[in-house]
């Protein structure tokens, strides 16, 4: 499935994603973030470079890429803003639950517009009283003859009131995880309604609204797989989704780094600059340290999705645990070395702290992913 990319290939294509993030994203985070402003029209052109369907099969127009390609991908697009790498994360996560679980006619009708980010996608799993506890949903999708009805609320949905297509996971069964399905809604059905634009921390240059479902009716071939299989869908995508969301803390971090190790050298204090003294040395030395690490832990994580490693989850919760903790550590630590200057917009220190403390929180907050990862371990030791 995935293109086979030469080290040449691979440090071209990481290229572009550089020169688009650095010319199309960062000179207008700040803005974007000021205004609560979703730049669809940048999408757009981020869907003509193939950023829209990173791990999309070739046939409907994706790049194919593997997961190791796209940590690297996140990363770079973070570096220029943190808000809307992680709207292209969910939306190629979106993308792909439909290329994989779906059939071909499924495939054809909604992935070319997802792949040329023409058509948005937001994923709808998350209730008011479901989060961490996902099998708790309690939306539900009744069969009618040969159509779903919808009703339930959806929370905290990226790009909702924006997008075209929404992946929902729905009961259509008994309480639990196996009487989950999924199933697509377009954005046109009638009674798919949405909440107001959430006032956030961060993340402002994404819409975040409630998806409302009242009488919603689709098709039954508006399904992905079979019923009962939604839970398993949902939690594969988060497996890639873990990983995406570590590497945007990763890049958005390794940002604000750079900005750091630059400030330390030209501010100067009692007669000297900030990197003569012998604690902001050690303290950059510790920031590296902790990026190094959760660059090397995604990369190990998203090389075992492609092999379809048997320890996947684990190795993805371990890996979105790290990096997210050490992306918000060493952002804050950026900020800190800035002094007064890091607590102004314009500066952009400010504005990825605020983003990237979400990321501890959303694919599965970071106290889950322990969860995951311990019960991994001691399931080993029996």
């Given at each position: ?9 691979r ?9 688009f993030a ?11 973030d ?5 730049p669809i029209d ?7 470079l193939?950023l829209?369907g ?24 973070a570096k ?14 979106v ?5 994989e ?12 517009g997802l ?16 989060g961490s506890d996902a ?9 009618e003859g ?5 009703n ?7 790009g909702?009131g924006?997008?075209a ?15 989950i399905s999924?199933i ?6 009638p ?10 921390m ?17 098709p039954v071939?508006?399904?992905?797989g ?18 995406n ?11 604000a780094?750079?900005?750091?190790t630059?400030y330390?050298?030209?501010r100067?204090?009692f ?8 604690s ?6 510790d920031m ?15 090389t ?10 684990s ?19 950026a900020l800190q070395l800035?002094g007064?200057?890091?607590y102004?917009?314009e ?5 990825v702290?605020?983003?990237?403390r979400?990321?501890q929180i959303?694919?599965g907050?970071?106290e889950?992913?322990k969860?995951?990862?311990?019960r ?7």
């Amino acid at each position: 499935m995935y293109a086979t990319l030469t080290d040449e290939d691979r440090a071209a294509l990481t290229g572009a994603v550089r020169d688009f993030a650095t010319a199309r994203l960062a000179p207008n985070a700040g803005q974007w973030d000021a205004e609560k402003h979703f730049p669809i029209d940048t999408l757009q052109e981020a869907g003509e470079l193939g950023l829209g369907g990173i791990y999309v099969r070739e046939d409907v127009g994706g790049a194919g890429l593997s997961r190791l390609d796209a940590a690297a991908i996140f990363e770079e697009l973070a570096k220029g803003d943190t808000t809307i790498a992680a709207y292209i994360s969910i939306h190629n996560m979106v993308a792909w639950m439909i290329d994989e679980f779906g059939d071909q006619e499924q495939r054809e009708r909604w992935l070319p517009g997802l792949v040329a980010m023409t058509d948005l996608g937001s994923y709808c799993l998350t209730e008011p009283g479901a989060g961490s506890d996902a099998a708790a949903i309690t939306t539900s999708a009744r069969r009618e003859g040969d159509e779903y009805v919808l009703n339930g609320t959806k929370q905290f949905i990226s790009g909702a009131g924006s997008s075209a297509v929404y992946v929902v996971m729905a009961r259509t069964g008994a309480p639990g995880s196996r009487g989950i399905s999924a199933i697509v809604v377009p954005a046109e059905t009638p009674g798919l309604t949405f909440g107001p634009n959430e006032k956030k921390m961060g993340w402002n240059a994404q819409p975040t609204r409630q998806v409302i479902f009242e009488d919603v009716r689709v098709p039954v071939g508006n399904r992905l797989g079979e019923e009962g299989d939604g839970f398993g869908i949902a939690m594969k995508g988060l497996n890639g989704g873990r990983v995406n969301m570590g590497a945007c803390s990763l890049g958005g971090a390794q940002w604000a780094l750079d900005k750091a190790t630059a400030y330390v050298h030209e501010r100067e204090t009692f007669g000297a600059p900030l990197a003569s003294n012998q604690s902001i040395v050690f303290a950059l030395a510790d920031m590296e340290t902790d990026l190094q690490a959760a660059r090397a832990l995604l990369q190990r994580a998203a090389t075992k999705m492609d092999e379809k490693a048997a320890d996947v989850a684990s190795a993805c919760a371990l890996a979105k645990r790290f990096a997210t903790d050490a992306g918000f550590r060493v952002a804050n630590e950026a900020l800190q070395l800035h002094g007064g200057y890091g607590y102004l917009h314009e500066y952009g220190i400010e504005r990825v702290v605020r983003d990237l403390r979400v990321h501890q929180i959303l694919e599965g907050t970071n106290e889950i992913m322990k969860l995951i990862v311990g019960r991994e371990l001691l399931a080993g030791a029996r």
